[in-house]
């Protein structure tokens, strides 16, 4: 009884009304456009789960994340999304476990609950950057070789993934924005792919929930990084 009330009480009223709205929206979805891909249904599921636990700040997190990576990596191949799969599966599974890594060893305050908060500086943003821009030519290349459907809105989105996977393993409260960022591209992504099939608007929908998410996760973080702040300075 007490493990139930934790839970209960361990998110917020709001907190609790995004992912149930998410997850109603994601079932309907499902049930009115697909109802035979249950891999995607799972991914979806998982994924607005993810997000919720990042947005507090919980390493279970990114554990989840780097299974909705794999799902997402078989989904995306079945479309011949090859950009897509290459960059979770190379890059958005592989940095998710770097950054469970990370989040483990910087809790806040000894609660494993909750990744200390970071603050990255200006040199390192521009490091980031000048990498960002030699991975999205890299993968462009890639993607050519491949004959990735939609490869520019797919090029897009490995340099949003990038910055996004960058910024969650460097615990900077702007991952969630690049994490939206690469949300609208991949809204955009499957809105085309569901021109030829119409089954994967049920991922479209998964996407415009992760877009609500992934907001809300930057707002909880900006306020998590000033509470963090605030208890630092007191003790000081």
Known sequence: MRNLKKILTYFTKLEWGIWISSVVLILLSFVIFDREN?????????????????????????????????????????????????TYLGMTMPMAVLALISWLRNPFEGNRAEVKVNRISKKEIGFMWILTIIVTILFYYILETF?????????????????????????????????????????????????????????????????????????????????????ICLYD
């Not at 249904?41 to 994924?47: H, Q, R």
């Not at 992504?189 to 099939?197: H, K, N, Q, R, T």
């Open 147 to 231: 004959e990735t459907a939609n490869i520019i809105p797919s090029t897009i989105s490995v340099t949003t993934s990038f910055v996004a996977v960058y910024l969650t393993f460097r615990r900077s409260p702007y991952f969630s924005l690049a994490y939206a960022s690469n949300d609208i591209v991949l809204i955009v992504l499957w809105v085309l792919a569901s021109m030829e099939d119409i089954t994967y608007l049920s991922v479209v929908v998964c996407f415009v929930a992760f877009l609500v998410n992934d907001v809300y996760a930057f707002v909880s973080w900006k306020k998590m990084e000033r509470r963090q702040r605030a208890k």
């Open 38 to 86: 249950y891999m995607t249904l799972g991914a979806s599921l998982l994924g607005v789960t993810s997000i919720m636990l990042n947005a507090k700040g919980n390493p279970l997190g990114q554990l989840l994340m780097v299974v909705f990576s794999l799902l997402y990596g078989v989904i995306s191949y079945s479309f011949s999304y090859y950009g897509e799969m290459i």
